[in-house]
């Protein structure tokens, strides 16, 4: 059973890295949560992801204030990317 698991994952791998639509697929798409200083609400809905959940990460990053951000990225990963 542990044999088949570790396959499958190489084989998923191995199409991750030459099949871009695949990768999506799995991965998905950094998504965009705070554009020109307005938080993007159908967005942060899509990633259940509440506003003091977005204040808190922005914290971790020495953000205090929304309007100060260009932009906000939720990466693949999810972790928050903060462009000022």
Do not use: H
Not at 44 to 56: K, N, P, S
Not at 64 to 76: L, R
């Amino acid at each position: 059973p542990i044999a088949v698991l570790v396959i499958c994952e190489i084989f998923a791998s191995g199409l991750m890295v030459k099949n871009g639509l695949f990768r999506k697929l799995i991965c998905g798409r950094p998504i965009i949560v705070i554009y020109n200083g307005k938080i993007q609400q159908s967005e942060m809905r899509r990633l259940r992801m509440t506003t003091e959940d977005l204040c808190e990460q922005l914290r971790q990053k020495d953000v205090f204030s929304i309007q100060d951000v260009a932009y906000a990225i939720v990466e693949t990963n999810g972790k928050l990317s903060v462009i000022k």
